[in-house]
Protein backbone atom coordinates (compact mmCIF):
# COMPACT_ATOMS: atom_id res chain seq x y z
CA UNK A 1 0.00 0.00 0.00
CA UNK A 2 1.30 3.46 -0.98
CA UNK A 3 1.85 6.20 1.93
CA UNK A 4 -1.28 8.34 0.82
CA UNK A 5 -3.64 6.00 1.80
CA UNK A 6 -3.16 6.89 5.39
CA UNK A 7 -3.83 10.21 7.03
CA UNK A 8 0.09 10.75 7.37
CA UNK A 9 3.44 10.29 10.04
CA UNK A 10 3.39 12.68 12.99
CA UNK A 11 5.79 12.60 15.97
CA UNK A 12 4.54 11.68 19.19
CA UNK A 13 4.98 15.33 20.35
CA UNK A 14 2.62 15.93 17.40
CA UNK A 15 -0.04 13.56 18.85
CA UNK A 16 0.06 14.26 22.47
CA UNK A 17 -0.24 18.15 21.39
CA UNK A 18 -3.51 16.95 19.25
CA UNK A 19 -5.02 14.68 21.84
CA UNK A 20 -4.71 17.27 24.62
CA UNK A 21 -6.56 19.71 22.02
CA UNK A 22 -9.11 17.60 20.06
CA UNK A 23 -11.75 15.89 22.59
CA UNK A 24 -12.73 13.47 19.63
CA UNK A 25 -8.64 12.08 18.87
CA UNK A 26 -7.84 8.73 20.45
CA UNK A 27 -4.81 7.10 20.93
CA UNK A 28 -4.66 3.23 19.64
CA UNK A 29 -1.55 1.42 20.92
CA UNK A 30 -1.06 -1.23 18.70
CA UNK A 31 1.72 -3.48 20.38
CA UNK A 32 1.12 -6.45 21.81
CA UNK A 33 0.11 -7.70 25.40
CA UNK A 34 3.77 -8.42 26.12
CA UNK A 35 4.85 -5.42 24.86
CA UNK A 36 2.42 -3.29 27.28
CA UNK A 37 3.19 -5.69 30.36
CA UNK A 38 6.58 -5.23 29.89
CA UNK A 39 7.37 -2.30 27.85
CA UNK A 40 5.05 0.33 29.33
CA UNK A 41 2.19 2.73 27.96
CA UNK A 42 1.04 5.89 26.85
CA UNK A 43 -0.07 7.59 30.06
CA UNK A 44 -3.47 9.67 29.35
CA UNK A 45 -4.78 10.47 32.21
CA UNK A 46 -3.52 14.00 32.37
CA UNK A 47 -5.69 15.09 29.83
CA UNK A 48 -8.51 12.67 31.20
CA UNK A 49 -8.96 10.53 28.46
CA UNK A 50 -8.07 6.42 27.84
CA UNK A 51 -5.76 4.81 26.39
CA UNK A 52 -6.91 2.15 23.41
CA UNK A 53 -5.11 -1.29 23.31
CA UNK A 54 -6.14 -3.17 20.10
CA UNK A 55 -2.63 -5.27 18.95
CA UNK A 56 -1.77 -5.26 14.65
CA UNK A 57 -0.44 -8.27 15.51
CA UNK A 58 -0.60 -11.35 17.94
CA UNK A 59 1.69 -13.15 20.11
CA UNK A 60 3.69 -15.00 20.21
CA UNK A 61 3.27 -16.12 16.20
CA UNK A 62 3.11 -12.27 15.01
CA UNK A 63 -0.30 -12.96 12.67
CA UNK A 64 -1.61 -10.20 11.33
CA UNK A 65 -4.75 -9.87 13.89
CA UNK A 66 -7.79 -9.83 10.92
CA UNK A 67 -10.31 -8.60 13.39
CA UNK A 68 -8.37 -5.28 14.10
CA UNK A 69 -11.13 -2.96 12.32
CA UNK A 70 -13.21 -4.72 13.89
CA UNK A 71 -12.05 -4.50 17.54
CA UNK A 72 -11.25 -0.68 16.90
CA UNK A 73 -14.90 0.17 16.21
CA UNK A 74 -16.19 -1.77 19.38
CA UNK A 75 -14.15 0.01 21.25
CA UNK A 76 -16.65 2.91 20.26
CA UNK A 77 -14.03 4.58 17.98
CA UNK A 78 -15.87 5.86 15.10
CA UNK A 79 -14.76 6.95 11.38
CA UNK A 80 -15.04 10.18 11.33
CA UNK A 81 -12.86 10.78 15.02
CA UNK A 82 -8.82 11.45 14.19
CA UNK A 83 -6.86 8.29 15.32
CA UNK A 84 -3.24 8.13 16.41
CA UNK A 85 -1.56 4.71 16.07
CA UNK A 86 1.02 3.74 17.59
CA UNK A 87 3.80 0.77 17.91
CA UNK A 88 7.40 0.48 19.28
CA UNK A 89 8.89 2.37 16.00
CA UNK A 90 6.03 3.11 13.70
CA UNK A 91 6.33 0.31 11.68
CA UNK A 92 3.26 -1.69 12.74
CA UNK A 93 1.48 1.44 13.27
CA UNK A 94 1.71 2.28 9.57
CA UNK A 95 0.07 -0.99 8.23
CA UNK A 96 -2.88 -0.61 11.06
CA UNK A 97 -3.65 3.11 9.95
CA UNK A 98 -3.55 1.84 6.20
CA UNK A 99 -5.92 -1.08 7.70
CA UNK A 100 -8.52 1.47 9.59
CA UNK A 101 -8.17 3.93 6.40
CA UNK A 102 -8.95 0.72 4.29
CA UNK A 103 -11.81 -0.14 6.84
CA UNK A 104 -13.28 3.48 6.36
CA UNK A 105 -11.62 5.42 8.98
CA UNK A 106 -10.20 8.91 7.26
CA UNK A 107 -8.10 9.78 9.96
CA UNK A 108 -5.53 7.85 10.66
CA UNK A 109 -2.37 9.00 11.62
CA UNK A 110 1.00 6.48 11.88
CA UNK A 111 2.86 8.38 15.17
CA UNK A 112 6.59 7.44 13.42
CA UNK A 113 8.35 7.57 16.19
CA UNK A 114 6.57 5.25 17.75
CA UNK A 115 6.67 4.62 21.98
CA UNK A 116 10.61 3.68 22.06
CA UNK A 117 11.94 4.71 18.76
CA UNK A 118 14.76 3.15 17.06
CA UNK A 119 18.35 2.19 18.61
CA UNK A 120 20.86 4.42 20.12
CA UNK A 121 24.34 3.82 19.60
CA UNK A 122 24.37 1.12 22.70
CA UNK A 123 21.27 -0.41 20.46
CA UNK A 124 18.86 0.43 23.21
CA UNK A 125 15.55 1.77 22.39
CA UNK A 126 13.61 4.93 24.30
CA UNK A 127 16.44 7.19 24.34
CA UNK A 128 16.69 9.01 20.87
CA UNK A 129 13.18 9.18 20.13
CA UNK A 130 9.65 8.09 20.34
CA UNK A 131 6.67 8.54 23.12
CA UNK A 132 9.37 7.77 26.29
CA UNK A 133 12.33 10.24 24.82
CA UNK A 134 9.96 12.72 24.10
CA UNK A 135 9.51 12.76 28.00
CA UNK A 136 5.88 12.57 27.32
CA UNK A 137 3.68 11.30 29.85
CA UNK A 138 3.36 7.19 30.55
CA UNK A 139 3.39 3.82 32.88
CA UNK A 140 5.27 0.66 33.51
CA UNK A 141 3.34 -1.78 35.50
Known amino acids: ?13 EAWEVLN ?25 TIEKTLLLVPWQTFPNM ?11 AKGVRPEQTVFLICRSGQ ?15 QCFNVSDGFEGGHDPERHRGTVEGWKAAGLPWTQG
Open 63 to 73: QINRNFAEEIT
Open 21 to 45: SDPGAVLVDVRTDAEWAYVGLPDLS
Open 92 to 106: RSRHAAMALCTAGYG
Open 1 to 13: MADAEYAGDVSSR
